[in-house]
């Protein structure tokens, strides 16, 4: 099993520009998860998704969409990128809301 | 915002001796994980603790929890120098999602 994945590791993005990371899956979990993580602050909440066509806000959604068309995969969309997004990016997904969660390897984002 | 924040921020051992974290909240759990990231990769999970357990041991780590105090304890014994990571506290109220904090820094000197 591959666990979490994700696509891609690293990407550099101008200003204004948009972009789409990939969270892939093969546990067969209902919840996934989307957090950004900066220097000294921990993992923040984005954006996460309780089953197959279902999504919610989280701690900081501002500035990002998310899609789960199908259950394997959690999509985080970024329309028009700014600098204040530049981050480490994880995705998550656990069988249920307060079980373990299992992480990706994270995509490192920077926006100039 | 932040519920759980660990402490110390950093902490230096030497090889063999034992590592304690500690976490503290500020509202009401019920349950807690203990999660460890090494440099550049995502976080791997170590032990969940529920509200009505105190402790709980798996391998050479120890979680203890005090609902009274609002706080949690990691005690890594005989540490290994491939314990060097950041270890981090999660914390979940009932129907919320687990929030993080900031983490603590190990690094176990050889």
């Known amino acids: 099993n591959a666990g979490v994945t994700q696509t891609p590791k690293f990407r550099v993005l101008k200003t204004g520009q948009s972009m789409t990371l990939l969270c892939a899956q093969d546990?067969?979990?209902?919840?996934m998860y989307w957090y950004r993580q900066d220097p000294g602050m921990g993992l923040r909440l984005i954006h996460y998704?309780?089953?197959?066509?279902?999504?919610a806000k989280g701690e900081v959604p501002d500035g990002y969409n998310v899609s789960r068309l199908k259950k394997q995969n959690f999509l985080l969309g970024l329309e028009s990128a700014a600098p204040s997004q530049t981050s480490v990016y994880f995705c998550?997904?656990?069988?249920?809301?307060?079980?373990?969660?299992?992480f990706g390897p994270g995509t490192r984002l920077t926006v100039t | 915002s932040q519920q759980g924040e660990e402490d110390p921020q950093a902490l230096s051992i030497q090889e063999g001796e034992n590592a304690t974290m500690n976490c503290s909240y500020k509202t009401s759990i019920n349950n807690l994980q203990w999660y460890r990231q090494n440099s550049g990769r995502g976080l791997v999970h170590l032990i969940l603790?529920?509200?009505?357990?105190r402790e709980k041991h798996s391998g050479r780590l120890r979680v203890t929890l005090d609902t009274s105090k609002k706080s949690s304890s990691l005690l890594i014994t005989a540490s290994r120098a491939a314990d060097t990571a950041s270890y981090f506290c999660a914390t979940r109220n009932y129907g919320q999602n687990f929030v993080f904090g900031p983490g603590t820094r190990l690094s176990v000197l050889p």
């Open positions: 998704s309780v089953g197959e066509g279902t999504t």
């Open positions: 546990m067969n979990h209902e919840y």
């Open positions: 603790i529920r509200s009505n357990e």
């Open positions: 998550a997904s656990s069988y249920a809301q307060p079980y373990e969660q299992y």
